[in-house]
């Protein structure tokens, strides 16, 4: 049996999530990065895109617009602006905004509204990425 370890992501509504877990994958400013138990104590910010949680054996994937990452030899902990499991998203919402981004990205923008547009874009790509499971 693989070794496992607690993980807890946080976000300002609710606890997220709080289960003992064998594996998260993560996307951080350096890349993604897997943890299993064990791993070296690390800190770190989180970048838009999925995380995805191995759980008895299955893998979970979920939305996460960014935060940080605590990681520690038995738990890890994650604190994001937003997550969401696939059946939480509203795909229409995701679309549209996508389509909205899309639109400001082919205006002129200053340097703050572009790097807003590629982020609200990068949020609705991952959103529909996400959902893309379900069906």
């Known amino acids: 049996m693989a070794r496992s370890f607690h993980l807890e992501i946080l976000i300002p509504e609710r606890v997220f999530f709080s289960e003992t877990v064998e594996a998260v994958n993560v996307k951080t400013q350096d890349g ?6 064990g791993h070296m104590p690390l800190v770190s910010t989180i970048d838009i895109g ?10 979970l994937e979920a939305f996460l ?27 229409n919402r995701a679309k549209a905004a996508e389509e909205r981004a899309r639109e400001k990205l082919r ?5 703050v509204e572009y790097l807003q547009a590629q982020a609200a874009l990068q949020r609705a790509l991952t959103r529909l990425r996400v959902t893309r499971k379900l069906k």
């Not at 993604?32 to 138990?37: D, T, V």
């Not at 999925?50 to 893998?59: A, L, T």
């Not at 205006?107 to 340097?111: G, M």
Request: net charge negative; glycine share 6%; no cysteine.
């Open 107 to 111: 205006n002129r923008l200053s340097q």
């Open 32 to 37: 993604e990065i897997g943890i299993l138990s």
């Open 65 to 91: 617009s960014g935060g940080y990452i605590e990681i520690l030899q038995d738990s890890v902990t994650v604190i994001a602006d937003t997550a969401e499991w696939p059946w939480e998203i509203d795909i």
């Open 50 to 59: 999925p995380i995805k949680i191995k759980k008895d054996v299955k893998w």
